[in-house]
């Protein structure tokens, strides 16, 4: 067609091979490997020693030790802070503790804590401030009454009350608890022996009391009774001494009797801690001797001692001719 211009030819031009360009071949499909050969370790060979100073192999997962003054951390590493220096420091003495507890006003187990190396004083009584102003209190009260121990000083201030008012009670308590182990320090055998033959012969007895005495016989002994014939239960704290109706008779005209308590008998109290005799240990190193007990009724017998009970005593002249003495009723005694 006239007017219509025509593309011009498009000539391709393709880059000649380089002669020197190495042609890469696939690579082989991977095969078996052959082990390589081990030379055989002569038997007994030597192992060569260790060189002196040097760091044994640690096992895995142990953890090096820092125990020690010197010691590393780890190999390498630096000293442990907190490992002691020097020699250790000799144990405190019971006055050092004292001393310093009384200066810096705390219990004596901080004192020696400080002194061993372990919590200072000032670090508890800021962690502690309640117990430390109890304890200001304590000691205190310790320079007011210098004969005032500590566990007593801080008893009053925890208990609000007057220090003698305190020691009065504590003494109670403290005789209380000495009378229940002084009675379970001796042995009632004899005594029962001695009750249970009037209970199986069922004899005739002359039961003394504060004002009056009873002939009866005893039927059965109670843990605080006893349980009569013809009287029937009289508690055993009412009993001042008994003994065989022929004994009684014989003996009652011969007998002293202090004038004051023979007018007013005195009461037992209660509570064993307050009365003058609770304790029967004193009287076992008087076996077989003669002593003199002035009872509650002002009836004063003087005579050997036959046998020592947790709760009574038995004197007498005789064998067959024995006193049955609660404790409680006894007032005063000694040795002859």
Same mark, same amino acid.
């Given at each position: 067609?006239?007017?219509? $211009?025509?593309?011009?030819?498009?000539?391709?031009?393709?880059?000649?091979?380089?002669?020197?360009?190495?042609?890469?071949?696939?690579?082989?499909?991977?095969?078996?490997?052959?082990?390589?050969?081990?030379?055989?370790?002569?038997?007994?060979?030597?192992?060569?020693?260790?060189?002196?100073?040097? #760091?044994?192999?640690?096992?895995?997962?142990?953890?090096?030790?820092?125990?020690?003054?010197?010691?590393?951390?780890?190999?390498?590493?630096?000293?442990?802070?907190?490992?002691?220096?020097?020699?250790?420091?000799?144990?405190?003495?019971?006055?050092?503790?004292?001393?310093?507890?009384?200066?810096?006003?705390?219990?004596?187990? /901080?004192?020696?804590?400080?002194?061993?190396?372990?919590?200072?004083?000032? #670090?508890?009584? $800021?962690?502690?401030?309640?117990?430390?102003?109890?304890?200001?209190?304590?000691?205190?009260?310790?320079?007011?009454?210098?004969?005032?121990?500590?566990?007593?000083?801080?008893?009053?201030?925890?208990?609000?009350?007057?220090?003698?008012?305190?020691?009065?009670?504590?003494?109670?308590?403290?005789?209380?608890?000495?009378? $229940?182990?002084?009675?379970?320090?001796?042995?009632?055998?004899?005594?029962?022996?001695? /009750?249970?033959?009037?209970?199986?012969? %069922?004899?005739?007895?002359?039961?003394?009391?504060?004002?009056?005495?009873?002939?009866?016989?005893?039927?059965?002994?109670?843990?605080?009774?006893?349980?009569?014939? %013809?009287?029937?239960? /009289?508690?055993?704290?009412?009993?001042?001494?008994?003994?065989?109706?022929?004994? =009684?008779?014989? =003996?009652?005209?011969?007998?002293?009797?202090?004038?004051?308590?023979?007018?007013?008998?005195?009461?037992?109290?209660?509570?064993?801690?307050?009365?003058?005799?609770?304790?029967?240990?004193?009287?076992?190193? @008087?076996?077989?001797?003669?002593?003199?007990?002035?009872?509650?009724?002002?009836?004063?017998?003087?005579?050997?001692?036959?046998?020592?009970?947790?709760?009574?005593?038995?004197?007498?002249?005789?064998?067959?001719?024995?006193?049955?003495?609660?404790? @409680?009723?006894?007032?005063? =005694?000694?040795?002859?």
């Amino acid at each position: 067609m006239k007017g219509r $211009k025509e593309a011009p030819p498009v000539e391709v031009v393709r880059r000649p091979v380089e002669a020197n360009r190495p042609v890469v071949s696939p690579a082989p499909a991977p095969g078996p490997v052959a082990p390589k050969p081990v030379a055989p370790r002569p038997v007994g060979a030597a192992v060569p020693p260790r060189p002196v100073g040097a #760091i044994a192999p640690r096992p895995m997962g142990a953890r090096p030790s820092s125990n020690g003054p010197g010691q590393l951390a780890r190999a390498g590493g630096p000293p442990n802070r907190f490992a002691p220096r020097g020699p250790p420091r000799p144990p405190p003495t019971p006055e050092q503790v004292e001393t310093l507890a009384r200066k810096e006003h705390v219990p004596a187990r /901080i004192a020696k804590g400080e002194l061993e190396g372990k919590m200072k004083v000032r #670090i508890w009584r $800021k962690l502690h401030k309640e117990e430390a102003a109890r304890f200001d209190l304590a000691y205190a009260l310790m320079e007011k009454h210098p004969s005032l121990p500590l566990a007593e000083a801080f008893g009053c201030v925890q208990s609000g009350m007057e220090v003698e008012e305190f020691l009065q009670r504590r003494a109670r308590v403290k005789k209380k608890e000495e009378v $229940k182990v002084a009675r379970t320090a001796v042995s009632g055998e004899a005594i029962d022996a001695f /009750i249970g033959a009037f209970i199986a012969d %069922k004899e005739p007895l002359a039961l003394v009391l504060a004002e009056r005495t009873l002939l009866d016989a005893i039927v059965e002994a109670q843990p605080v009774s006893f349980k009569l014939e %013809k009287s029937g239960r /009289i508690e055993k704290l009412q009993v001042v001494t008994l003994t065989r109706k022929p004994v =009684w008779e014989k =003996w009652l005209s011969q007998l002293e009797r202090e004038p004051k308590l023979a007018q007013k008998p005195l009461q037992v109290a209660r509570q064993p801690a307050r009365r003058p005799v609770s304790d029967p240990r004193p009287f076992l190193e @008087h076996l077989t001797r003669p002593v003199k007990l002035t009872l509650r009724n002002g009836l004063t017998l003087s005579f050997p001692l036959r046998a020592v009970g947790p709760f009574d005593l038995l004197c007498g002249p005789a064998d067959d001719e024995v006193f049955f003495v609660p404790l @409680h009723a006894v007032v005063e =005694w000694a040795p002859v």
